[in-house]
C-alpha cells in the first residue's frame, strides 16, 4: 500500500488482496450509498471476486481517497493485468498494444456527489504522480468522463483515446412511478406492439410457460443451475464461456443476494429454461448485465419480450430506479429506453511507446468511418422505401 496526498484529500493505493479485504467494509459502505458507484463491478466484493477468479493474472490497483478526518471519500477500482488494446475490424482485428495496464472497473470515481470532486481531483493526482502508471483502459464510459479529464491535465498527464471506431450510445430507463407510468408515456402505437408480442409469445409457448424471479440467498443454487443448463443453448456461450456453478461465482451471488443486489429473470417452459435477463441493483440503479435464450426458440422473439416483461417487473418491484441497459445497438434498446446518453470505451496513455503505438488509432477511425456511414445512409434510405 502506497500514500499521497494533496492540499484537500490524501490518497493510498492497495495493490495486494489482502490490502482490499481490510477496507472491504468501508468500500462497501460507500459502493452502496445512492449515485456513488456506477455499476456492481465496483462493489469490493466483485473485485475480490475478479481477484479469486484470475489468480495471478491480476492484482488489484485500488486507489482510495480520505478527507482530513480519515474517511474514505472516494476510490477508483483498477485491475493491473497485461491485456492486447485490439481493435475489431469484422471478424478480423489489429492489436495495437501489448502489455501491462490498469483497467477501471466502472467509468468513474465511487464517490458521493457531494465529495465526487475533491476524490476525483485527489486520485487523478495520484495516478499522475505513479510513474510506472502509463496506460488506464476504461471498457465503457459515459461521456465527458470526469476522471479522464482531470488526468489530461497538468504535469505528468494522461492524453485521452476513443477506442470505438463508431460513435457509441448507452440507454437508460430514468426513474419512473410504475410500470403504468412508464408504459403511459410511450406511443399507444409502441406500446399495443409490445405488448402484443408479449401475449403473443405465451400464447404460442402454451400453458406451461411462466416467468421466474430469482433474488434470494436461497434462490441461487437453483438459479446457477438452470443457468448453466440454458446459456450454453445461448450464443453468448461461443463468445464467452462461464461456469455459472462455479463455486466463487455462487459464493458471490448469495452475498450480492443478501443486500438484494441480484435479481434474475428467467422464462421457464415448464422444468425447462428458454431464455433469461441477468442484472444487478446498486445505489439506486438496475443494471442489465446479460440477456439471451435457446437458440431453439429464437423465431418466437423470446428474448426481447422477455426483457419487456423484466423491465416491468422491475419497475413495479422498485419504482424510482434507473434501468441502464449499457451500450449497443440492440433493438430492444432503443425501443424501451427513455434516455440515450453518449459513451465510449477510453483508454488513456502517457510515455513514447504507449502513445507512439495508440497513435494509430485516430486514423483507423477515420478511415473506417469514411467507408462506413456512406453505407450506413444508403441502408436507412433503403429501410424507409
Known sequence: MTNSDNSSANCETCTDKDAVTRLRDELARLAETPQAASTIIQ??????????????????????????????????????????????????GITLYHGFMLRMLGDRVVSTPDDRLTAESAIAAALKADTLVRVIHTQESALPNALAIALSCGARHFRTLRWNLLDQVNWTIQAQASAQAWLAAMGSKQRNDLTRRLRKVYKKLGGQAHLRVFETPADMDEYCRLMNSLYPKSWHAAVKPIDWELASRRALFERLAQHRQIIAHVLMLGERPIAYVHGFRLGGRYMLDDTGYDQEFATLGVGSTLVFQTVQDLLDRHPGETIDFGYGDNQYKRVLATNPMPCGSLYLVRGMIPRICFGMIAPLRAVYRSVRYPQDRVQAIRARR
Open 43 to 92: 462493489h469490493p466484493d466483485w473485485l475480490l471476486f475478479e481477484l479469486e477468479t484470475r489468480g495471478q493474472d491480476a492484482s488489484p490497483h485500488v486507489v482510495v481517497a480520505r478527507n482530513r478526518e480519515g474517511r474514505i471519500i472516494g476510490y477508483a477500482p483498477f485491475l493491473y493485468e497485461s491485456r492486447r488494446a485490439r481493435i475489431p475490424l469484422g471478424n478480423h
